[in-house]
């Protein structure tokens, strides 16, 4: 079994609201909005992870709305859990190749 590392860092929760969820989903707990969340390294600034995402979104002629947090905060998460720029890029390229 392949040992995972968890560290604690400095996140933004990232969260991307792409598509109205279906109503019976809804109904039945589901939320109301599909989309991503990623974490993201607090370092980087807010504004240029916001036009990294609109970027990709568009990219792919989908509509989009992204809230990205004014603070950022300490958290405990796994490295296969932090996101960088060309991690998110490749996985929507995937996404959105099924679609």
């Known amino acids: ?5 968890t560290t604690e860092c400095l996140v933004r929760h990232i ?3 792409t598509e109205k969820n279906d ?12 989309g991503f969340d990623f974490y993201i390294d607090a370092d980087i600034p807010p504004a240029k992870i916001k036009k990294f995402l ?3 979104f568009r990219k792919h002629g989908y ?3 992204i809230y990205i947090p004014p603070k950022r905060y300490s958290k405990w998460v796994r490295e296969d859990n932090l996101w960088s720029f060309e991690r998110i890029s490749g996985y929507l ?3 959105y190749k099924n679609d």
């Open 63 to 65: 509509s989009f709305t």
């Open 93 to 95: 390229d995937k996404w």
């Open 23 to 34: 109503i019976v989903d809804i109904k039945c707990g589901g939320p109301a909005y599909l």
């Open 1 to 5: 079994m392949k040992k995972r590392t």
């Open 54 to 56: 609109e970027n990709e």
């Open 15 to 17: 969260d991307i609201s």
